[in-house]
């Protein structure tokens, strides 16, 4: 495990830390699994929808800018095997009456 951990740097989260860990475990299985970072993506994606309830949203390079709205405790930004990762929640929005 304590090899595992470093393999993971989050930069910046809102994420509860046994969330984080949990994240940073699928990242890294999912990095053995894949080689493209689309791939790693589709994968993040699908399971967080699965573990953590729909509307996740991944993005995985090398460089790239974001900022995004997010539903609150459900943000992580960290880097695995020097990839950056993004991933959050969309808020939901409030539907018309």
Not at 7 to 36: G, W
Not at 45 to 58: I, N, P, R, S
Request: hydrophobic share 40%.
């Amino acid at each position: 495990m304590a090899s595992e951990m470093r393999k993971c740097l989050v930069k910046a989260s809102d994420m509860q830390p046994e969330q984080q860990q949990s994240v940073c475990d699928m990242a890294i299985a999912a990095f053995t699994k894949y080689q493209s970072e689309s791939d790693v993506a589709k994968h993040l994606k699908k399971e967080m929808d699965v573990t953590f309830g729909q509307l996740w949203h991944c993005i995985v390079g090398k460089s790239f800018g974001s900022f995004v709205s997010h539903h609150p405790g459900t943000f992580i930004y960290f880097y695995c095997n020097n990839i950056a990762i993004l991933l959050f929640k969309s808020p939901q929005l409030e539907e018309a009456d």
